[in-house]
């Protein structure tokens, strides 16, 4: 049935293995990150920097590359995908995550926000949605690029599925990162609850 489809478990299996590389992508800075920062300490027309000392080239590069080792591992696991696919499908949604945690850091700076300040919306959703376009504007809406098999159930997308997805993974990525800050705030590990 095609109506309901975006409600099958199977679709919503694939867009939570989809957006994996994007999470991996996301988080690893937090602790492989440092170093220099990628706006080399320059400031925008407004006095302020361009994107602070949170965006580092190796926050950048070691987040890249642990989003795509996922990807790598995620292929390895799930039969009749086309390898190179696979993997420029991870690096690419890996590398786009992070763009945008880049302009999210951007648009803060604008905002006058310091460096780990919350900015709602942005900071939870940026990197699944530049994520989800750096891989849309590579690949060709077509269903056979994105299409594999996942424990017997075949996963595949085409341009309106990905669009669905984004219906799904949005709010989970939201409710996600609500309730780890939640949590990371009641241990007194945040001074902010969001
Ligand atoms: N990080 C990094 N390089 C990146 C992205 C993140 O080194 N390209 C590290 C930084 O130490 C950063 C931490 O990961 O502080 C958390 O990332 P993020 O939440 O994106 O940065 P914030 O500290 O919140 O800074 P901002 O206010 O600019 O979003
Ligand atoms: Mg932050």
Do not use: C
Not at 69 to 96: C, D, H, K, M, T
Not at 97 to 108: E, M, R, W
Not at 122 to 129: E, H
Not at 178 to 184: H, K, M, R
């Amino acid at each position: 049935m095609q109506d309901l489809f975006f409600l099958q478990s199977s679709f919503i299996i694939g867009a939570i293995w989809f957006v994996i590389p994007a999470y991996l992508a996301n988080s690893a800075p937090t602790v492989l990150g440092g170093g220099r920062p990628i706006d080399g300490r320059r400031m925008w027309r407004d006095g302020r920097r361009l994107l602070g000392d949170g965006k580092t080239w190796r926050g950048l590069i070691l987040g890249v590359l642990a989003g795509t080792l996922v990807g790598l591992l995620q292929y390895f696991i799930v039969e009749n995908e086309n390898s190179y696919e696979a993997i420029i499908r991870a690096f690419l949604i890996s590398f786009g995550a992070l763009l945008g945690v880049i302009i999210g850091s951007f648009f803060k700076r604008r905002k006058n926000l310091e460096r780990g300040e919350s900015f709602l919306f942005v900071d939870q959703l940026g990197f699944i949605i530049v994520g989800t376009l750096a891989v849309l504007i590579f690949f060709p809406f077509t269903i056979e690029n994105v299409s594999f098999m996942l424990y017997n159930e075949t996963i595949s997308f085409d341009f309106i599925q990905i669009l669905l997805y984004l219906v799904i993974i949005l709010p989970v990525t939201f409710a996600v990162h609500v309730i780890a800050n939640l949590f990371w705030y009641l241990l007194g590990k945040q001074d902010v609850p969001l």
